[in-house]
């Protein structure tokens, strides 16, 4: 089975989607690899006791990771059925980790909620989800 027959056509959108997030997670990982240099934080590790913007730039980074798995499971299952609608979530999301980001990286973690909007991506991908479930078992 082939499957370009499978996925749906604007399953690609999708495809475009995780490479973005690929470009978000690089950069992220670059920040901190950056801020480990300024700060003088060495491997392995985590967090400093003298420097709060490291700190943050790294929480930045470990908080995305955290939720980056359930991201993709459900970013997935939703573009599989409604790839267009998903992929503009996941954009969404993805971008939000951003915005996310650059506010934390100013030292004031109150900021990192720049990236609030997110959660409509996140939850977004969930409700299709949820809804792909849903026609799955029959329910609608």
């Known amino acids: 089975m082939d499957v370009l027959t499978v996925l749906p056509s604007s399953f690609g959108y999708a ?13 992220l990982a670059v ?4 801020a480990r240099k300024k700060y003088d934080v060495k491997y392995p590790t985590m967090y400093s ?8 730039i790294q929480r930045a980074h470990q908080n995305t990771l955290e939720v980056y798995p359930q991201w993709l499971v459900f970013q997935t299952i939703a573009a599989l059925v409604y790839p ?11 971008t ?3 915005s996310y980001a650059w506010g934390y990286y100013t030292g004031d973690p109150a900021k990192r909620m720049n990236g609030a909007y997110g959660y409509i991506g996140y939850f977004g991908v969930i409700f299709l989800s949820i809804s792909v479930a849903l026609q799955l078992l029959g329910v609608f």
């Open 84 to 94: 267009l609608t998903a992929s503009v979530l996941g954009a969404i999301w993805v």
């Open 31 to 34: 920040k901190v690899g950056a």
């Open 15 to 27: 495809i475009f989607t995780y490479l973005y997030s690929w470009i978000m997670l690089g950069y």
């Open 96 to 98: 939000s980790r951003f």
């Open 49 to 56: 006791d003298k420097e709060q913007v490291f700190n943050c």
